[in-house]
């Protein structure tokens, strides 16, 4: 069974720019979240997506957007970066159809920079 | 989303218990406990969860009070690989079952002493 996978691995943009980020979930799984970590923090939901569509959105900005393909990857697109987007960037991914309350599996993030 | 209360850090030694509590005074009737644990350089990593009862798993057990208002997770033998940050989150299912999310607060930072 392979996890979720993130890529890049670390990242830096200057202010301004736009990025994306990339998701490949985990085998069987057909939900996948976002999530931004700052340093010392918890992770804080960004939203989430269930067979291709938005189904729950946390306080961020529309600038922050997203993408699920049929295969269930997903993309995080973030524009006009600011320095306080700064921060891990986690994916995670779940089976809803098989149990709405089974765990969620986190890749290991991407780290974002922008100066 | 209801809240829970932990301590922002523990220590213990390697191959004790490890009882690490979280308060959750506003826990709704549907509101399931979950914990994860997040080690340094990865993303958090699931560990047990429950409604009501207590349970077992290969890795921790999760003891719940009867007004289930407190929850302990329980390591029985730590490890050094078990130094980490623990988060104790509670899952709200709703009736449209759309809303999944889990929010962190800041954990439970654990030190094991070798």
């Known amino acids: 069974e392979t996890g979720v996978t993130q890529s890049p691995t670390h990242l830096i943009k200057t202010r301004g720019q736009q990025v994306t980020l990339r998701c490949s979930s985990q085998?069987?799984?057909?939900?996948v979240s976002w999530y931004q970590q700052a340093l010392g923090q918890g992770p804080q939901f960004i939203f989430q997506y269930y067979r291709e569509e938005e189904n729950g959105r946390g306080n961020f900005p529309p600038r922050f957007s997203g993408l699920q393909f049929p295969n269930y990857s997903s993309e995080l697109n973030v524009n006009a970066l600011e320095l306080d987007d700064s921060a891990l960037y986690l994916c995670a991914s779940s089976s809803r159809d098989r149990d709405r309350n089974s765990p969620l599996h986190f890749g290991n993030g991407t780290r974002l920079t922008v100066t | 989303d209801a809240k829970t209360t932990q301590p922002n850090s523990m220590e213990s030694n390697e191959e004790e218990p490890v009882h690490l509590p979280c308060n959750h005074s506003?826990?709704?009737?549907?509101?399931?406990i979950h914990w994860y644990r997040q080690l340094p350089s990865q993303g958090p990593e699931y560990v047990i969860h429950?409604?009501?009862s207590n349970v077992n798993n290969r890795m921790a057990s999760l003891a719940i009070a009867e007004d289930r208002k407190s929850s302990t997770l329980i390591l029985h033998r730590a490890t050094l690989r078990d130094a980490a940050v623990y988060y104790c989150?509670?899952?709200?299912?709703?009736?449209?079952?759309?809303?999944?999310?889990?929010?962190f607060g800041k954990g439970t930072l654990l030190t094991v002493n070798p």
């Open positions: 429950g409604l009501t």
């Open positions: 989150i509670l899952r709200a299912i709703n009736s449209g079952g759309s809303n999944y999310k889990l929010t």
């Open positions: 506003t826990i709704s009737g549907t509101d399931y």
């Open positions: 085998s069987g799984h057909n939900t």
